[in-house]
């Protein structure tokens, strides 16, 4: 189940709901972001070899490419396993690395434990603003269909496929 709203804060929020425990969704979604992530979905230079999300407040988010290099896109600013993260959306409108963490928007991801041995996951992509002018388009292309709806599809269809 999943569902799709933009808010009056102009925020992105989606929603999906797995048949996990927090834990092991916590930890697919962290952990193991590559193993969901779509290779599309970079800003590296060659095509992605591996996406890589570290587990730690001050943590990189970033991507290995086939050329050797690492690309950055982001950084953990809170780290609570397994009840949720955010990390800092360090692209520009120009879909470049924004090193500059006053200048990014913040991804939230919450984990909470649901009847039935299931897990609700709770994305909050919020204060596009920050990019500057312009940042209607940012926050339109990560609310689109093959924004975050589509991309916690691809996760939830990764959770399923784990066992605990």
């Known amino acids: 189940m999943s569902t799709n ?18 834990e092991l969704a916590f930890q697919v ?31 990189r988010c970033y991507s290995e490419q086939d050329d050797g290099t ?4 982001g950084s953990i600013l809170v ?10 959306w360090q692209i520009d409108l120009q879909w470049q690395y ?18 039935g041995g299931l897990t609700r996951v709770d994305l909050e992509h919020r204060n596009f603003e920050r990019h500057g002018a312009g940042f209607e388009a940012m ?8 924004g975050w709806g589509s991309l916690l599809g691809l996760f939830a269809g990764r959770v399923g496929q784990v066992s605990e």
């Open 139 to 146: 926050r339109a292309g990560v609310g689109s269909q093959g």
């Open 79 to 88: 780290w609570e396993p397994p009840v949720r993260f955010v990390m800092a």
């Open 5 to 22: 709203t933009v808010a009056a804060d102009e925020s992105i929020r989606r929603t999906v709901t797995v048949k996990a425990s927090p």
């Open 70 to 73: 690492d690309c950055p896109w």
């Open 29 to 59: 979604f962290t952990a193991d972001f590559d193993s969901w992530w779509p290779r599309s979905h970079h800003i590296g230079k060659s095509p992605m070899k591996r996406a890589i999300v570290e587990g730690f407040v001050g943590g």
């Open 98 to 115: 924004q090193p500059d963490v006053a200048l990014s928007s913040e991804v939230e991801v919450r984990f909470t434990a649901e009847p």
